[in-house]
């Protein structure tokens, strides 16, 4: 009995269902399989540097090329995801990435490879994963109904840490058997299992688009925009920021801390790594325990001490014992707070931008853990590791209440669907797809007492029209006629201002009739559509 209660409150209602589609349990399988050649990669790559290079600067700067590629094209590709076929894109960068790990390979089995070199394929193997990252998480409401979405994504997250607990400990073996160019060749060979899983896979026909597709460019536009509008998302950002630009100092030190703190090799290091996944796999278990009895802040709060203390214990107790217990407690602690803030991203993000929004949480997760690494690595150059390590601690939990004001999962209770609730607008221009800026204008009457209260609706609202693809929003009172209001805003096309009617949500039009309340009147404001004179291009 207290098994089954257990079960229920760890893993959701139909938690294994989506094994029960062929689409997903191949690929999270095959992607277990590369999972597990990717840690090895890591593990592989952070323990050949201290060989090539003692430097703690060069050695952290492993963890920044892996990490700075995210930070620098996540963006892009979380855009390009929702422009072009996923299961293509994924293919090809999966063979790229086949193919630069297989060189590398050969170079280090040569003894070719150097301190440069090493960073440069880092840098490159970061860059694929950076374009993969967001296209991976686009294509899981494709494999399972939607009523089994949050089982699948917990799933995804389970093989991760999996992956995590096998391929460091697999490395390490296979280093000291075989020669620091095994986990390298073993990460080349997973790269066709999922290929040919990718292959294998036929995905349902995406929806008739009534809108051409986006342009990369204005895609990023829109999700920077959303972002910056969203508060949902900002707070999740900054307890982002404040978590990983410290945390990085664990992933950054750890090679070092293996080799120079516990004079330990390969194994050891691996073993660390290890436990690590075990933690995390054990924290995946008790997570949906301590949420609930914690909630989303504290529970990150609790993962950032415990990161803290993790920290501390490598920095004043150089046990490999100790370290091991540690790196365990490091595990429980990731996946606490990593899965807090990604579940607080997802649920801050609508359907139409998800992939966008998320990419622009990994570009600040990655950017704080590059930036972070650097700084740790240079500080444990001109000091020592255990400073570095003590440094980051004290900065982690100083952050806590700094950031406390940034609320988690605030998207929870936001509907985000499409609201269909904006009418079909008229246009009597032939060429009206072609031509913008497009200005949209609102008037309402409102009674003087209701002013105030009325700003501070507008106000709501104005957030709402940016998210939807708005600029250059104002609102004006007429001079002559106080009770007048006349709302406008600027959509860079008409055909931009369609897809604004598309995505409109159910919080938008929440905000809406919280204004349309206190409009005085029957009926509600019309809203007046004006074109650029001119197609673009036909400006003299």
């Known amino acids: 009995m207290a098994r089954s209660e257990t079960n229920k409150e760890t893993l959701a209602p139909g938690a294994w269902a989506p094994f029960g589609h062929a689409s997903f349990t191949v690929l999270w399988i095959a992607t277990?399989?590369?999972n597990v050649g990717t840690w090895m990669n890591d593990v592989g790559a952070g323990w050949l540097m201290t060989e090539l290079s003692p430097s703690p600067f060069v050695v952290a700067a492993v963890q920044a090329a892996t990490t700075l590629p995210v930070f620098l094209f996540a963006l892009l590709a979380g855009a390009v995801a929702d422009i072009v076929d996923r299961r293509k894109m994924l293919i090809i960068v999966n063979i790229?990435?086949?193919?630069?790990?297989?060189?590398?390979?050969l170079l280090v089995a040569a003894g070719a490879m150097t301190p440069?070199?090493?960073?440069?394929?880092?840098?490159?193997?970061?860059t694929g994963a950076a374009f993969l990252a967001p296209a991976w998480?686009?294509?899981?409401?494709?494999?399972?109904?939607?009523e089994e979405l949050s089982s699948a994504i917990a799933l995804n997250s389970m093989g991760i840490n999996v992956s995590r607990a096998i391929g460091p400990a697999l490395a390490g073996f296979l280093i000291v058997a075989l020669g620091l160019w095994s986990p390298f060749a073993v990460n080349a060979a997973s790269f066709l299992v999922i290929i040919v899983a990718l292959w294998w896979w036929s995905p349902p026909a995406d929806p008739a688009r009534k809108l051409p597709p986006e342009h990369v460019g204005g895609a990023i536009r829109a999700g920077l925009r959303y972002a910056i509008n969203s508060g949902p998302l900002r707070a999740t950002l900054v307890r982002a920021a404040a978590f990983f630009a410290f945390?990085?100092?664990?992933?950054?030190?750890?090679?070092?801390?293996?080799?120079?703190v516990l004079d330990g090799g390969p194994t050891l290091y691996g073993i660390l790594l290890a436990s690590v996944g075990a933690g995390a796999v054990a924290g995946a278990v008790i997570l949906p325990r301590i949420r609930k009895a914690l909630g989303a802040d504290r529970t990150v709060a609790a993962g950032t001490l415990g990161t803290a203390l993790v920290l501390v214990a490598f920095a004043v107790i150089p046990d490999p014992v100790v370290a091991a217990i540690a790196s365990a407690l490091a595990g429980v602690s990731w996946i606490a707070v990593l899965s807090s803030l990604h579940v607080s991203a997802q649920t801050a993000l609508p359907d139409w931008v998800r992939a966008r929004?998320?990419?622009?949480?990994?570009?600040?997760?990655?950017?704080?853990?590059?930036?972070?690494s650097l700084v740790w690595g240079q500080v444990a150059s001109s000091w020592s590791i255990p400073t570095a390590l003590l440094a980051a601690a004290i900065g982690a939990l100083l952050l806590i209440p700094l950031t406390w004001r940034s609320k988690l999962s605030q998207g929870e209770t936001l509907d985000l669907t499409p609201s269909g609730h904006w009418p079909e607008p008229v246009v009597n221009l032939a060429d009206a797809t072609d031509r913008g800026p497009v200005m949209i204008q609102i008037a309402y009457d409102v009674a003087p007492a209701d002013a105030e209260a009325f700003r501070a609706a507008m106000a709501d609202l104005a957030r709402a029209r940016r998210r939807g693809g708005g600029y250059g929003w104002t609102l004006m009172q007429d001079a002559e006629v106080p009770e007048r209001f006349v709302e406008t805003w600027f959509e860079s096309?008409?055909?931009?201002?369609?897809?604004?009617?598309?995505?409109?949500?159910?919080?938008?039009?929440?905000?809406q009739d919280a204004v349309l309340a206190l409009h005085r009147g029957d009926a509600p404001p019309k809203a007046d559509h004006f074109l650029a004179s001119a197609a673009k291009g036909a400006r003299s």
Not at 96 to 105: E, K, M, N, Q, V
Not at 140 to 146: D, E, N, T, W, Y
Request: no cysteine.
């Open 357 to 372: 929004g998320l990419s622009i949480f990994l570009t600040v997760f990655f950017g704080a853990m590059s930036g972070g």
């Open 247 to 260: 945390a990085s100092a664990y992933w950054a030190m750890l090679p070092l801390i293996a080799r120079n």
């Open 116 to 126: 440069a070199l090493l960073l440069l394929f880092t840098f490159l193997l970061g």
């Open 137 to 146: 998480q686009a294509i899981v409401p494709k494999l399972v109904p939607r």
């Open 32 to 34: 277990v399989v590369s």
């Open 493 to 511: 096309s008409w055909t931009e201002h369609l897809r604004h009617h598309e995505r409109v949500s159910g919080e938008d039009k929440a905000a």
């Open 96 to 105: 790229l990435l086949g193919i630069t790990t297989t060189a590398l390979a």
